[in-house]
């Protein structure tokens, strides 16, 4: 059974501030994503990470996939209160047939 | 936005009782999954489909049931409904896609929430 851990669990900080949250397994992934879920809605896919040290970015979000696959962490710089909301990550192995594992998530809170 | 709905939105029922909760999309994607989100246990599988009644168990599977006879419905049905199964309920699509290493990005409807008295 693959562990996977998301840190912190929970994270309050306020506008303007930078933060990285964390994903890690003990497994190693084909691929990776993230999602972010506001209250009272579904999650939202933010990026697939695929290669190994792979970065990528999206406005104010840095993405990076663990150069052995292993672990993503996502960087959030200057953060809005338009970010708050809970991140999830959700590897995905080979042979796992279109299932995704999901992250217990970290939920953020960016005050104003 | 994905063409994802959920029906119904809120619910509340007896215990005892059967309930059908409907997702339908008008994606065409071939997979469909059935998700519970509850606090200090994030998103759990319940049951998915890899296409027209073809379907599997998740790991919280006990006490549910899955349907689907067209590509575009996907029905979860709570045989009879305990207050354990009080939780928030989630659809979701998806498709393989080339350049993603073989990842399935999913697409969430907004949600169910259902409520066990």
């Known amino acids: 059974t693959q562990l996977l851990e998301q840190s912190p669990q929970f994270l309050s900080i306020q506008e303007g501030e930078n933060l990285t949250v964390y994903c890690n397994s003990s497994?190693?992934?084909?691929?990776l994503q993230w999602y972010r879920q506001e209250p009272g809605e579904g999650p939202v896919l933010l990026v697939t990470?695929?290669?190994?040290?792979e970065v990528k970015k999206l406005k104010r979000l840095t993405f990076q996939f663990g150069d052995a696959r292993k672990d993503s962490s996502l960087h959030i710089t200057a953060a809005q209160p338009g970010d708050t909301g809970l991140y999830l990550c959700a590897p995905c192995g080979d042979n796992q047939g279109g299932k995704l594992i999901f992250g217990q998530g970290t939920e953020l809170s960016v005050k104003p | 936005d994905a063409g994802i709905t959920q029906s119904p939105r809120h619910k509340v029922t007896e215990t005892g009782t059967p309930v059908t909760l409907r997702c339908h999309q008008t994606e065409n994607h071939r997979y469909m999954y059935w998700y519970r989100q509850d606090p200090g246990h994030g998103l759990r599988l319940i049951h998915y489909s890899y296409g027209v009644k073809d379907t599997d168990k998740g790991e919280v599977s006990d006490g549910y049931s899955v349907s689907r006879s067209k590509t575009e419905d996907f029905l979860l049905t709570l045989e009879s409904a305990t207050s354990s199964q009080t939780s928030v309920y989630f659809c979701?699509?998806?498709?393989?896609?080339?350049?993603?290493?073989?990842?399935?990005?999913?697409?969430f409807g907004p949600g169910t929430r259902l409520t066990v008295t």
């Open positions: 979701a699509i998806s498709e393989s896609r080339a350049g993603t290493g073989g990842s399935y990005e999913q697409y």
């Open positions: 497994s190693v992934f084909s691929s």
């Open positions: 990470v695929v290669t190994g040290g």
